[in-house]
């Protein structure tokens, strides 16, 4: 069934993290994606293991689970550009794509001759998608940086970890690379729509997209807070700024979150606690009166919560529509019926004999599903595929190139 991209083709010179992300969202939407590696090695994360995919015999491949989690639905090719060959190659390549992806240094495909001014000569309709970690301009431009770096300069770890002056209190860090994956998601979303104005003008254009504009631009809520009251947001722990309760609290024999977003719940939650004076009790009635007095509502709210086991509070709770939720692993994840039924677990026949697990999309069209038909390949899978069908390269041709280590 076509997808919404299975008209695009798209050369993904990017590695690791953001780029990748960028390019299975991609893959996912049905583009036909082009993974260039370099031979013999591949994306660095193939080797970020242990876990490793293990094959048939149960022994373990070269497949590691970081480099599973992001490249499905790609096609590898080798391609050494580091040799003039191998950068006539990658042009040629170009020069029949929708789109190209890279998370090079800035400039570093320039020596090359793939920057956008070299391909936009050989393809104008070309969509260009740079990812850098602070941009293409600016003072810090030239800088490397990693995803934890971004988190502490972008603000994020200002505000994330126990309070200050709290047992652990200070500043921590997501526990994914969150700052990649929202670079990728930036991403994917600027090269659909630059896709969609090419489709009405037949122009491609350059997308610029840097890891530190994606994380301050994520932090756009607390910082709105700073910008309208001058107040710098500090760490909450699992509590919340602007909403009260809204945290995890200690039960009889676990934890729960309990997050109330609006006065109904909280009357709603006092009664299930069987204290309904609280709702009326003219400190805690409303939400900006709970802020206020958050230092003597939340006590004892903890106090109240513990006489309790979770799962009765959660029962409890949900039959009277107040938001609360468990705190599960990964174990508990994919054991909720919820998780099972919307499929979030995929398995795709991989080269090794076995299944490849995945976590699925979380996009849903009516129309156009998203269907998990390549498993993220083994490096150099695709090569001979790519180069023969899309360049027209005889086997003799590419027996020499393999010889020379271009490919």
Sequence with gaps: MPRPLSHIRVLDLSRVLAGPWASQNLADLGAEVLKIERPGVGDDTRSWGPPFLKDKDGGETRESAYFLSVNRGK???TLDIAKPEGQRIALALAAKCDVLLENYKVGGLAKYGLA???LKKINPRIVYCSITGFGQSGPSAHRPGYDFIFQGMGGLMSITGERDGEPGGGPQKVGIAVTDVLAGMYASLAVTAA????????????IDLALFDAVVAFGANQILNYFTSGKIPGRYGNAHANVVPYEVFATADGHLILAVGNDSQFASFCRVAGRPELAGDPRYATMPGRITNRATLIPLLREILRERPGARWLTELEAANVPCGPINDYRQVFE???VQHRRLKIEIPHQAGVPSPTVASPMRFSETPVEYELPPPVL????????GDLLGMRREELDQLAAQKII
């Design 116 to 118: 956008y001014d070299d």
């Design 75 to 77: 096609k590898s090719v």
């Design 336 to 338: 909720d019926p919820q």
């Design 195 to 206: 896709i969609a104005h090419r489709e009405r003008t037949g122009v491609g254009q350059y």
């Design 380 to 387: 150099g899978q695709h090569t001979r595929e790519v180069l």
